[in-house]
T-cell receptor, first 117, second 115 residues
Framework: EAGVVQSPRYKIIEKKQPVAFWCNPI?????LYWYRQNLGQGPELLIR????????DSQLPKDRFSAERLKGVDSTLKIQPAELGDSAVYLC???????????????FGQGTRLTVV | DQQVKQNSPSLSVQEGRISILNCDYT??????FLWYKKYPAEGPTFLIS?????DKNEDGRFTVFLNKSAKHLSLHIVPSQPGDSAVYFC??????????????FGQGTILTVHP
């Protein structure tokens, strides 16, 4: 079974430039997450989708970050314009959540390491 | 507001001995707890989980213990192997409320197992 696929693996951009990350979740998973991990910290949730609906985007800096999950499958995360402080690893994860059911584990992709210079 | 805390940034153990990684949480709504393992340049990999209806879950060399009254969980690795050297993250979620379906992570503990 294919895991969560992310691209690119690495990205170096100058500040004020735009950047986009792509994620293909595990087939059949209805829930998709974007996390950001700063150096020496644990991952922090940016946005969570259930199918194509963003159900939790409270931590997404909406002035410069946007995300979409068309057709409830693949997702893209965009930053425009990027700032120096956006340098981090951006992780995509997916899971299958049953409404009202027990939580299950999320499976992560390898992440995209973004460096803003 | 750090709802999940791993107070030990690092742990060093000898091969064959027990590794004990600790995690504390503050949100009483959390009812599902997970441990993830992360190697450099890779995403976190699910290791083991425990529901709040249990106080222990075992999978091979890995055992997770949950103390709900103390809001504390721990991961035991016995025996430890050099390949276990990685960063270990504790995570928690809730069946309802604002934390439903969302994993809240600790800061991680770097485990080094010496041959």
């Amino acid at each position: 079974e294919a895991g969560v696929v992310q691209s690119p693996r690495y990205k170096i951009i100058e500040k004020k430039q735009p950047v986009a990350f792509w994620c293909n979740p595990i087939s059949g998973h209805n829930t998709l997450y974007w996390y950001r991990q700063n150096l020496g910290q644990g991952p922090e949730l940016l946005i969570r989708y259930e199918n194509e609906e963003a159900v939790d985007d409270s931590q997404l800096p909406k002035d410069r970050f946007s995300a979409e999950r068309l057709k409830g499958v693949d997702s893209t995360l965009k930053i425009q314009p990027a700032e120096l402080g956006d340098s981090a690893v951006y992780l995509c994860a997916s899971s299958f959540l049953r409404t009202g059911g027990m939580n299950t584990e999320a499976f992560f992709g390898q992440g995209t390491r973004l460096t803003v210079v | 507001d750090q709802q999940v805390k791993q107070n030990s940034p690092s742990l060093s153990v000898q091969e064959g001995r027990i590794s004990i990684l600790n995690c504390d949480y503050t949100n009483s709504m959390f009812d599902y707890f997970l441990w993830y393992k992360k190697y450099p340049a890779e995403g976190p990999t699910f290791l083991i989980s425990i529901s709040s209806i249990k106080d222990k879950n075992e999978d091979g060399r890995f055992t997770v213990f949950l103390n709900k009254s103390a809001k504390h969980l721990s991961l035991h690795i016995v025996p430890s192997q050099p390949g276990d050297s990685a960063v270990y993250f504790c995570a928690a979620s809730a069946a309802g409320g604002t934390s439903y379906g969302k994993l809240t992570f600790g800061q991680g503990t770097i485990l080094t197992v010496h041959p």
